[in-house]
Each structure stands twice: as structure tokens, then as C-alpha cells.
């Protein structure tokens, strides 16, 4: 099974300042044949299911405002959130769909500084 | 836009069966994979396995090969998760989630809200 380990586990992010998630699989997450990186970023707020913010690395869902965005490449990635708002505390969780089982990183709470 | 209703809480005893249903509203059932994923208490997100509909396939996870089967009726556009021979650490809030498409390897959403299931001796 692939393992994503992200760090740091816990975050506080001042309002109106960036954040920066990290995730690392323990094998490359980059398909040969389409060039795509099989990898997910969700966002999780209390009381409700995890929410799909990006996927393929780098493309955010629709709706997702713009302040999201992912990077990275093979075994690296990184979850960037440009100005953080309020409503962005949760816990987020990065996925890779590159094999069965999918497996998840253990998460990273974010909070306001 | 579609949904995903899942079914609501279960209280069930060490040894027994569960089955979680997921109807989806909204959108078109069979063109879509769907998956099973579950959090433990403290724990993290695990992958359990799917189903593409239109294809009657499957695939689980190793870790509970044997003890779930996840089923769909297109004619309710719903998918089931049964998972037997429950045990205390099978305690958890088990998700359904659609696939992005009919394929196995793309990302997940929605989610539905989210099934509890208790189990106790």
C-alpha cells in the first residue's frame, strides 16, 4: 500500500496569511502513460464529510475559491491556502487514487492564530 | 447537483452484520464509480472498496477482503455496504463517495453525510 504521511500535523495561520500543507507518498504518484499525478486534497470541517478541494495535483474543483491551490509532482505535494479566511479551519487530508487501496495522510488541523 | 443520502445510525452487536445504504439524487447513477470509506474514532480516512455500477465491478480493500460486500440497485440509484462479523473496532462513521467518473482511479465527490455505526457487546 502506498503511504501518504503529511506534515505538520497542526497549524495556526494568522487571518489574511498563507498556509502550506505537505504530503508525501512513499512511491511515485505519477503516471508514465498520462504524465497526471494521481493526488487529491480535501478539506474536512466538523460535524460534516470530507469536501474534494483539489485533484490531479494541481486542479481545484468547482466551486473551490481561488486561494486553494496544490503543486507538486511523483512523491512530493503541497497544499497552499494564499490568504486564509476564517471558514478555512478544518482538517485536510491528502489522497492518492494512483493504486487500490487508496490511502489518505493522517490530516493536518488548521486554526487561526 | 447531485447527492448522496446515506442511511442513519446503527447499534449493532459484536459478531453481527450492518448494511449502509447511499442513494444518489440528482444525477445520472450509473455513470459514476462509487466508494466506501470509513473514520474510526482518533482515526484517519480508510479506504474500504467500491463499486462501478455499470459494470457490476468491484474492488476492497485487503484489510476487509472477506468481511464487506458493496452492492448497487440502479433501479434506486442506491449502493450498499455490508460489512459482517463486526467487531468493537469496526465503531465508526462509514462514507459513501462518488468517483469522478466510471473508472477506479480518479478523485472523490460528493461524500454523503456520513453513516454511524456503533458496535458493542
Known amino acids: 500500500d502506498i503511504v501518504m504521511t503529511q506534515s505538520p500535523d497542526s497549524l495556526a495561520v494568522s487571518l489574511g496569511q498563507r498556509a502550506t500543507i505537505t504530503c508525501k507518498s512513499s512511491?511515485?504518484?505519477?503516471?508514465?502513460?498520462?504524465?497526471?499525478?494521481?493526488l487529491a486534497w480535501y478539506q474536512r470541517k466538523p460535524g460534516h464529510p470530507p469536501n474534494l478541494l483539489i485533484y490531479w495535483a494541481s486542479t481545484r474543483e468547482s466551486g473551490v475559491p481561488d486561494r486553494f491551490s496544490g503543486s507538486g509532482s511523483g512523491t512530493d505535494f503541497t497544499l497552499t491556502i494564499s490568504s486564509l479566511q476564517a471558514e478555512d479551519v478544518a482538517v485536510y487530508y491528502c489522497q492518492q487514487y494512483y493504486s487500490t487501496p487508496y490511502t489518505f495522510g493522517q490530516g493536518t488541523k488548521l486554526e487561526i492564530k | 447537483q447531485v447527492q448522496l443520502v446515506q442511511s442513519g445510525a446503527e447499534v449493532k452487536k459484536t459478531g453481527s452484520s450492518v448494511k449502509v445504504s447511499c442513494r444518489a439524487s440528482g444525477g445520472t447513477f450509473t455513470n459514476y464509480a462509487f466508494s466506501w470509506v470509513r473514520q474510526a474514532p482518533g482515526q484517519g480516512l480508510e479506504w474500504m472498496g467500491g463499486i462501478i455500477p455499470i459494470f457490476s465491478t468491484t474492488k476492497y480493500s485487503q484489510k476487509f477482503q472477506g468481511r464487506v460486500t458493496i452492492t448497487a440497485d440502479e433501479s434506486t440509484s442506491t449502493v450498499y455496504m455490508e460489512l459482517s462479523r463486526l467487531r468493537s473496532d469496526d465503531t465508526a462513521v462509514y462514507y459513501c463517495a462518488r468517483i469522478h467518473s466510471s473508472i477506479w482511479y480518479e478523485a472523490m465527490s460528493p461524500w454523503g453525510q456520513g453513516s454511524l455505526v456503533i458496535v458493542s457487546s
Open positions: 512511491q511515485s504518484v505519477l503516471s508514465s502513460s498520462n504524465s497526471k499525478n494521481y
